[in-house]
Nanobody, 125 residues
């Protein structure tokens, strides 16, 4: 199973980045998908999720109003648009799939089936 995450980088506070996660070798178009992040010295935390249809999303309170998750099943891609970035958003971001198919956005919270490799996001203040 390969989930290829990309789009991380260094950005100033208030800036934007767009992360992408592409399925490789196997597609998860009928699975809820999401993003988690892990800052240095902290536990991995949930950021955003989208249901398998792409109709419903679920966001952590800390990113509501700033981050948007979307998916394009034709391209086997899940994206995370991050606006108004803050220093506390600095972390390694991981894409993830739910454990099973046809789940809600909430199904991926605390119950991840597969992880992608991380992509570093650094926000300078």
């Amino acid at each position: 199973v390969q989930l290829q995450a990309s789009g991380g980088g260094l950005v100033q506070a208030g800036g934007s980045l767009r992360l992408s996660c592409v399925d490789s070798g196997r597609t998860f178009n009928n699975y809820a998908r999401g993003w988690y992040r892990q800052a240095p010295g902290k536990e991995r935390e949930f950021v955003a999720a989208i249901d398998w249809r792409g109709q419903m999303t679920h966001l952590a309170d800390s990113v509501k109003g700033r981050f948007t998750i979307s998916r394009d099943n034709a391209k086997n891609t899940v994206s995370l648009q991050m606006n108004d970035l803050k220093s506390e958003d600095t972390a390694v971001y991981f894409c993830a799939t739910a454990r099973g198919p046809y789940g809600s956005a909430q199904s991926i919270v605390r119950s991840v089936g597969s992880w992608g490799q991380g992509t570093q996001v650094t926000v300078s203040s």
